[in-house]
């Protein structure tokens, strides 16, 4: 299991079974994990996501952005729900910065 810290200093579990999933929907993310916890350490900006998740966002190039999906349960707690490459942001509440 991996560990990241998100911008408000949570925790936030990267398991084996969710990067599994992960790979297994997002063939251009296999061999990417540090992208992915990367991601959710420096993220260019975070958003709301849906059902109470956030959304860790960062460029990669000029028309490609890695989003982490995360879900925090305390300030000890969190765990990523997926992640995916998205063309151009999605409209979203920004939280942070």
Same mark, same amino acid.
């Given at each position: 299991?991996e560990i990241a810290?998100s911008?408000n ?5 990267l398991?084996?079974e969710?990067?599994?999933h ?7 993310l296999a061999?990417r994990?540090d992208?992915? @916890?990367?991601?959710i350490e ?5 958003s $709301?996501?849906?059902?109470g998740? @956030?959304?860790?966002?960062k460029?990669?190039g000029?028309?490609?952005? @890695?989003v982490?999906l995360?879900?925090?349960l305390s300030r000890?707690?969190?765990?990523v729900v997926?992640a995916?490459?998205?063309? $151009?942001?999605r $409209?979203?509440?920004k939280?942070?910065?």
């Amino acid at each position: 299991m991996e560990i990241a810290y998100s911008v408000n200093g949570v925790p936030i579990r990267l398991t084996p079974e969710r990067w599994q999933h992960i790979v297994e929907n997002r063939d251009e993310l296999a061999g990417r994990m540090d992208d992915v @916890l990367y991601t959710i350490e420096q993220p260019d900006w975070v958003s $709301k996501g849906y059902a109470g998740c @956030l959304a860790a966002w960062k460029g990669f190039g000029r028309t490609q952005y @890695l989003v982490v999906l995360y879900r925090e349960l305390s300030r000890n707690d969190a765990f990523v729900v997926t992640a995916f490459f998205a063309s $151009k942001p999605r $409209k979203g509440q920004k939280i942070w910065p």
